[in-house]
């Protein structure tokens, strides 16, 4: 300011400085010997336009200054609503932590005095206790107390799944990856039980480093990656025991497990930096937010604590190909990556995949920055342009067909989208399910007319092949019969013709007759013979 002040002071005196050079020039002139050819008036012009010059810099630079400031106050303003609501949020937090803890010592407590070894009454004394709690609140509660009750007690009798605490003491991945690959239907019990099973391995990093082998095929191989049902049940393997490992990892102390270490962790770098460069050619388009190999590096490294040896910008553009993985939160903020969001959130955007987005700017609490219903509402925007060779009307019926489709599975997803994140009241559901209903409607329509009714099939043969049964060739020539049943011709001419076997097959049947009575066929009349040709 104080700058600022003095700036405004030589620019009120810039007028009684040009008098002063008014005076000085004017005495200067009566003294002069010879005529000079510069004019006061041209003087007087030229620091005048420089007086006007020099404030109207002033003045923008003022206004900047009052902008800057306005912008500072307002982001303070942002950063302490943002700080009373984490804080609000910590508060919430921690009574919720102890209510649970507490339910939890109680729990534990009363099932220690009647069983020790019993793990369900455990949870069913749990439950006795939250008798004033909602059930999905004491089912969650009582969750909780089963994991930690398993962690503290270290008894992995409890387990429900012995195998794996056999598999684990063994140090025997291969025959995790087959138990896991028969057991597919209990896989969610593995995986709550996993992390304790871990526990009795003697080295629980060195057997999931183990248990990535095979993750990518040799090289030269044919196989087609994503269609190989086995290679992809691999993946989400390798997946699943890397995450079991840091839910390990994060619910014992030091005391209880090892740390993983040095070898391990070098372990874990070479294998990283051997996956790196197979990322390199991984589409974002392709990969559809669901990219099992991007996963694996990034869980890889944030499991073993490598991501010191990574650029964060090469993680970073890796979270766009898992964004429609359930896990890509977690893994974002376990690698420190969470101030970069709004850069993912921008990509995804820009890469039309708005209900990724919206999902991240919700789990990071950008939705400020990022509106979710006008993310939404771009995202159906998009979905219904019509390309420009449907326009034309030279598109193909598949092609008008793909155009509805495409509509009809956004505005399911955004449905989706709006009742997971209770947005009802902000983006009602009735417009998007009465459009849904008119797209199934003229699906159905349109189906409905373009149905063709198929030709019935020609009868068998006797032999089993479709079509007309064998000609009988047994049959003698009746002429009563024929002529019975059909007239002949009112004028009755003889043409002589070629010999009595040169007809047509599919005429019907030849009857020699007597050499004057020329070709006669079994369709009782009688044709010019040249004409059969």
């Known amino acids: 300011m104080e700058d600022t002040d003095s700036v405004a002071t030589l620019l009120e005196s810039t007028t009684s400085k040009i008098q002063q050079l008014q005076k000085a020039f004017a005495e200067l002139e009566s003294h002069r010997a010879v005529t000079l050819n510069l004019k006061w008036k041209q003087i007087e ?5 420089l007086e006007k010059s020099l404030k109207r810099r002033f003045t923008e630079l ?9 912008k500072t106050a307002q982001a303070q303003k942002v950063l302490e609503k943002r700080r009373a609501a984490v804080m609000a949020k910590e508060e919430a937090s921690l009574v919720r932590l102890q209510e649970k803890r507490d339910v939890a010592v109680v729990a ?12 369900a009454e455990s949870e069913s004394e749990a439950v006795a206790v939250n008798t004033e709690k909602p059930l999905d609140a004491v089912a969650s509660e009582c969750e909780v107390i089963s994991m930690k009750t398993l962690f503290e007690k270290d008894d992995v009798k409890l387990l429900s799944n012995p195998e794996l605490v056999k ?16 057991n597919r239907k209990n896989l969610a019990s593995i995986k709550q039980e996993l992390p304790i099973a871990l526990k009795v391995a003697g080295d629980p990093g060195g057997l ?3 248990s990535l082998n095979g993750f990518y095929i040799p090289e030269g191989s044919n196989a087609d990656v994503k269609k190989d049902s086995n290679l992809l049940g691999l993946r989400r393997t390798c997946i699943m025991l890397m995450e079991c490992l840091s839910v390990l990892l994060a619910n014992l102390d030091a005391s209880t497990v090892c740390k993983i270490t040095e070898d391990v962790k070098n372990r874990a770098k070479a294998i990283a930096h051997e996956w790196k460069p197979k990322l390199d050619d991984l589409d974002l388009d392709a990969s559809n937010g669901n990219s099992l190999e991007a996963h694996a590096f990034l869980q890889l490294v944030a499991t073993f604590g490598i991501d010191s040896d990574f650029v964060h910008e090469d993680l970073v553009k890796l979270i766009p190909m898992v964004s429609r993985r359930h896990q890509a939160a977690d893994l974002c903020r376990f690698l420190g990556l969470s101030d970069k969001m709004p850069g993912v959130i921008e990509v995804l955007v820009n890469n039309g995949r708005h209900i990724d987005a919206v999902n991240l700017a919700f789990a990071f609490e950008l939705t400020e920055q990022f509106s979710p219903v006008v993310l939404l509402k771009s995202y159906l925007a998009e979905a219904v342009i019509v390309p420009s060779t449907v326009k034309a009307g030279n598109a193909s ?6 155009v509805g489709e495409k509509e009809l599975s ?4 955004v449905i989706k989208c709006i009742e997971e994140h209770k947005l009802e009241n902000e983006y009602p559901l009735d417009p998007l399910q009465k459009r849904i209903l008119q797209l199934e409607k003229a699906k159905a329509d349109k189906k ?15 032999n089993g092949v479709a079509g007309y049964g064998p000609r009988n060739t047994t049959v003698t020539a009746d002429k009563n019969f024929y002529a019975t049943r059909y007239a002949p011709p009112a004028q009755y001419m003889y043409y002589p013709g070629p010999p009595e076997n040169h007809a047509h097959s599919f005429v019907g049947t030849t009857y020699n007759m007597a050499p004057n009575h020329g070709p006669y066929f079994g369709n009782g009349f009688h044709y010019q013979a040249p004409y059969l040709h």
């Open 108 to 119: 534990i407590s009363n099932a220690l005095k009647k069983n020790k070894n019993t793990h």
């Open 448 to 462: 409905q007319a373009t149905e063709v009714v198929k030709p019935q099939s020609k009868r068998p043969r006797a």
């Open 410 to 413: 956004a505005l399911k997803s």
């Open 397 to 402: 019926p598949t092609a008008q067909n793909d």
């Open 62 to 70: 003022e206004d900047q200054e009052k902008e800057f400031e306005m």
């Open 167 to 182: 598999l684990c003491e063994e140090m025997d991945a291969s025959g995790l990856h087959k138990f896991i690959s028969d």
């Open 208 to 210: 999931v480093l183990d």
């Open 45 to 49: 012009e030229h620091f005048h336009g």
